[in-house]
């Protein structure tokens, strides 16, 4: 069974700051694709960026990018320059064939101005 | 970009009464949609596997007869909560993935989210 950790359930960060919020998994598979959702206080699900794990490069969206260590089974996610809109619940997910999204517990983040 | 919609999004109803919560893929065709059940402050929990002219699968420890699903079409899963009850309430949430994008890479899109009331 594959499973999706993220240690940290509340983070706060200073308008403008950087921030990093981690997620380890733990699978046998080779070739899976991971994901970093955003859930703001709306509850509307986002995706926030995306990575295969085949690809060595990090994958980067605008203010946001991933730290991907394979070897580790880690995927971090860094926000720069956080704004007041970032606040939001983020939520790790691992897909590895099919349909089956796992997600992590989820990180509570806020942004403080 | 892709769009999931879904209705209605808050919905109180009696206890013992049935309540139906639809979710359509507003512009991408979706062979497969996903039922979720979220608590506060907690992650998603996967009810159920919706996949369009065929049975659901269920997870583990979900009822299918209280949870009944219907995917009857290529843009269209509903969600319906027999005979509701106060443990019941809780915030729904379906989700789908493109058909038509490999699948392995296409993400989930995720419709709004219904809150249930079950007084």
């Known amino acids: 069974a594959q499973t999706v950790t993220q240690s940290q359930p509340e983070m706060s960060v200073q308008e403008a700051e950087t921030v990093t919020l981690s997620c380890t998994y733990d699978?046998?598979?080779?070739?899976?694709?991971l994901f970093w959702y955003k859930q703001p206080p709306s509850r509307q699900m986002i995706l926030v960026i995306r990575q295969e794990a085949y690809k060595q490069q990090n994958a980067t969206e605008n203010r946001f990018s991933v730290n991907f260590q394979k070897a580790a089974k880690s995927f971090s996610l860094k926000i720069s320059d956080s704004q007041l809109g970032d606040t939001a619940m983020y939520f790790c997910?691992?897909?590895?064939?099919?349909?089956?999204?796992?997600f992590g517990t989820g990180t509570s983040l806020t942004v403080i101005p | 970009g892709a769009v999931v919609s879904q209705h209605p999004s808050r919905v109180i109803c009696k206890s013992g009464t049935s309540v139906k919560i639809e979710c359509r893929s507003l512009d991408f065709q979706a062979t497969t949609m996903f039922w979720y059940r979220q608590f506060p402050k907690q992650s998603l929990m996967l009810m159920a596997t919706s996949n369009e002219g065929s049975k659901a699968t269920y997870e583990q420890g979900v009822e299918k007869d209280k949870f009944l699903i219907n995917h009857a079409s290529l843009t269209l899963s509903t969600l319906t909560v027999t005979s509701a009850h106060p443990e019941d309430s809780s915030f729904y949430i379906c989700?789908?993935?493109?058909?038509?994008?490999?699948?392995?890479?296409?993400?989930?899109?995720f419709g709004n989210g219904t809150r249930l009331t079950v007084t």
């Open positions: 699978t046998s598979e080779s070739n899976y694709y």
């Open positions: 989700s789908a993935r493109d058909g038509s994008v490999s699948s392995y890479n296409s993400p989930l899109h």
């Open positions: 997910a691992f897909l590895y064939t099919g349909n089956q999204f796992y």
